[in-house]
């Protein structure tokens, strides 16, 4: 190992041989958020592993279990839904869960990684509610009465059913039955009289004009 590398875990280890409970973190033991929001948990450090890399894991925090953590290089790494940013500042670093699922309800920690050393972990449990649960339904208030419902009234203009007949129709086909009658029973006896009259008239006339022929012939 090089001067260099001791000089980084040094400091670390010594604390932890000479002070107990010196790298131990802080923060909230439980956190709750709603399904689709986001959350965040905060845990604080002590300035002797200000240089170390910060992580977020899952219960109980083995390496295969850790979802997200920092670099050397890099003091915000996001993966996935899940980020972490280290803050020298404030001896601080901030886990943020976005779009919970209700899956992402568990027993997480904060951890600090110390070569040569057990990391220093913080247990947080984490609660994800439904959005069903939010939403209570307003009460109705007793002391007040409703307004009475009131339903439309139908309105017509005319009542409904078979449709009035014409009177000018109606009258139509009587006056059609008339006029037949007095066609029948007074104009078509009247025409045939008419005709016997002219030709009764007529008749007579001829008669007397053969008789004048007759002798006209006879006398030549």
Excluded at 19 to 41: A, F, K, Y
Excluded at 180 to 209: C, D, M, T, Y
Aim: proline share 9%; hydrophobic share 35%; charged share 20%.
């Amino acid at each position: 190992m090089t001067p260099r590398g001791r000089a980084r875990w040094l400091p670390s280890a010594l604390l932890l041989l000479q002070v107990p409970g010196c790298l131990s973190l802080s923060g909230p033991q439980t956190v709750t958020g709603i399904v689709g929001g986001s959350l965040s948990v905060e845990c604080q450090y002590q300035e002797a592993l200000v240089d170390n890399i910060k992580y977020w894991c899952k219960h109980p925090c083995v390496s295969p279990w850790k979802i997200v953590e920092t670099r050397e290089s890099e003091r915000k790494v996001r993966r996935g839904r899940v980020s972490i940013r280290d803050r020298p500042a404030s001896l601080t670093f901030t886990v943020t869960l976005k779009s919970l699922r209700e899956e992402d309800a568990g027993t997480y920690g904060c951890g600090i990684y110390v070569p040569f050393s057990v990391d220093p972990t913080f247990q947080v449990e984490v609660s994800v509610i439904p959005v069903t649960m939010t939403t209570t339904s307003p009460k109705r208030s007793t002391s007040t009465s409703e307004a009475p419902t009131t339903l439309p009234v139908p309105t017509w203009s005319t009542v409904s059913g078979p449709e009035a007949p014409d009177p000018g129709q109606a009258h139509r086909p009587l006056l059609g039955s008339i006029h037949f009658l007095l066609l029948v029973f007074l104009k078509v006896p009247l025409l045939l009289g008419l005709i016997s009259a002219v030709l009764w008239v007529n008749r007579p006339l001829r008669s007397s004009a053969d008789r004048r022929s007759r002798s006209v012939y006879e006398n030549q």
